[in-house]
C-alpha cells in the first residue's frame, strides 16, 4: 500500500507563488509517474502536471505551462509543484496521485488511471 500526503497549500493573493509537496511512504512505492491534478468547486478534477519519476519527462497542461513546475527527489520519495504567477481560477484542491505502471502520454490526464491519491490541498488566490 502507498500514502501519499499533500501540503504547503494556502491563502495567496494573485501574482504569487506557493510550494506544493507531496510524500510518498510505503513499501511498494515504485511509481511509473506521479502527477498534480486540481478540482475546483463544482468541476471535475483536471490534470495539472506529470513528471516520469526515473526519468524525470514531464508534461503540463495548457493552462499552467510556464506558470508551474513539476519536480521530483527520488532519494526523499517527494514531488513538488512550484505553482507561481497564480490567478484566482487557480483557486482549487490540488491532489497528487502515483502510477504504476507505465501508460501512454495520452493517458496521463485521465484521474481513474491512477492508483493512489493523496488527501489534497487547498490553494486559495485572492485578486
Known amino acids: 500500500q502507498v500514502q501519499l500526503v499533500e501540503s504547503g497549500g494556502g491563502l495567496v493573493q494573485a501574482g504569487g507563488s506557493l510550494r506544493l509537496s507531496c510524500a510518498a511512504s510505503g513499501r511498494t512505492f515504485r511509481p511509473y509517474a506521479m502527477a498534480w491534478f486540481r478540482q475546483a468547486p463544482g468541476k471535475e478534477r483536471e490534470f495539472v502536471a506529470r513528471?516520469?519519476?526515473?526519468?524525470?519527462?514531464?508534461y503540463y497542461a495548457d493552462s499552467v505551462k510556464g506558470r508551474f513546475t513539476i519536480s521530483r527527489d527520488n532519494d526523499k520519495n517527494t514531488v513538488y509543484l512550484q505553482v507561481s504567477s497564480l490567478k484566482p481560477e487557480d483557486t482549487a484542491v490540488y491532489y497528487c496521485?502515483?502510477?504504476?505502471?507505465?501508460?501512454?502520454?495520452?493517458?496521463?490526464?485521465?484521474?481513474?488511471?491512477?492508483?493512489?491519491w493523496g488527501q489534497g490541498t487547498q490553494v486559495t488566490v485572492s485578486s
Open positions: 496521485a502515483s502510477r504504476r505502471n507505465f501508460y501512454y502520454l495520452d493517458e496521463h490526464a485521465v484521474p481513474g488511471n491512477y492508483d493512489y
Open positions: 513528471i516520469i519519476w526515473y526519468g524525470g519527462d514531464t
